[in-house]
């Protein structure tokens, strides 16, 4: 019997795609004169491409029109699919298959809950896509994390109650989002960035299978 819903969020735990979203925004920002550091780059972790554009501009105190803004997302977006495109499985994250076909084995709720509107054909590009009992994306959420509409609507779709959800994130937004909805956190990164989170390891590589089984059996 599924016990558990296991959430995962997409860019920064399953692929390290946060690295290429990092450089297509420092680009974008730099052609318009703005600059930001790592410590910034945080806080676009998790969140919408629209909301960090916004961010962006309010860093550099930079006000646009509406065509203008389009054009800068839709060019950040142009940028960013130039790396995507050259993705393959050997870009999955250390252990996140193992840690994945464990919980699967274990028949329990599986779902992405992603801000991207390309998580889609990323999991496809690694060939993840068939691992999901449910995909709740940025084409699907009009509220970007920390609002938890996201994991909400995964919750819904894998037939499981919020506090009987666990979510793997890198981001502090997204951390933010499952604890806003009782749902067990688990950071994926630093833990004096993920300070919120419930559990907090760097990697994969250092989630056991016996603490899956404490989550499965809390
Ligand atoms: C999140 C990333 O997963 O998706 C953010 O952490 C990104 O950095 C957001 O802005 C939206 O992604 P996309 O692919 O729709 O631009
Ligand atoms: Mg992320």
């Known amino acids: 019997m599924k016990k558990k819903g296991f959430i995962f969020d997409l860019d920064g735990v399953i692929v390290d795609t946060a690295k290429y979203h990092f450089l297509a925004w420092k680009k974008l920002a730099n052609s318009i004169g703005i600059d930001f550091s790592e410590e910034q780059n945080e806080q676009l972790k998790g969140v919408s491409r629209k909301a960090s554009l916004e961010k962006i501009l309010a860093w550099g ?56 509107k390309n998580a889609k054909s990323i999991l496809e590009k690694v060939n993840l896509l068939n691992k999901f009992e449910a995909i709740v994306d940025g084409n699907e959420v009009s509220k970007a994390k920390p609002d938890p509409e996201v994991f909400e609507i995964a919750a819904r779709e894998i037939g499981m109650e919020p506090h009987n959800c666990i979510v793997f994130e890198d981001s502090l937004a997204g951390i933010q989002a499952a604890n806003a909805i009782d749902m067990c956190s688990i950071g994926i990164g630093d833990a004096t960035v993920l300070k919120d989170a419930d559990f907090v390891f760097k990697d994969f590589t250092e989630i056991s299978t016996d603490f899956i089984n404490q989550l499965i059996n809390d």
Request: hydrophobic letters at 40%.
């Open 61 to 116: 105190n930079v006000t646009l029109t509406e065509e203008e803004f389009a054009e800068l997302m839709s060019k950040k977006n142009e940028d960013y699919l130039g790396y995507i495109n050259e993705m393959n499985e050997e870009e999955i994250l250390p252990d996140v298959p193992k840690i994945l076909n464990f919980i699967l084995g274990k028949n329990q709720g599986v779902a992405l809950g992603s801000a991207s």
